[in-house]
């Protein structure tokens, strides 16, 4: 167990999902999913920054 640092471009992400250009977003949901473990886990989130412009440190969170 430990905290993970995960940094992500949501604008990029966001165009190769979806195959377009990101305009705007009001809502950000965060899920933590057991399913495939069978099993119930706790999740905590901390430190989450969006940018306008791409962040040189990384996002901590406790991700997957």
Sequence with gaps: NGWLVKKLDVY??????????????????????????KDSITAYYKGILFHKNKLTAGIPGHCF
Excluded at 12 to 37: H, P, Q
């Design 12 to 37: 990029e992400d966001y165009k190769i999902r979806f195959g377009g250009a990101l305009v705007s977003f009001s809502e950000v949901a965060f899920i933590a999913d057991s399913n495939d473990i």
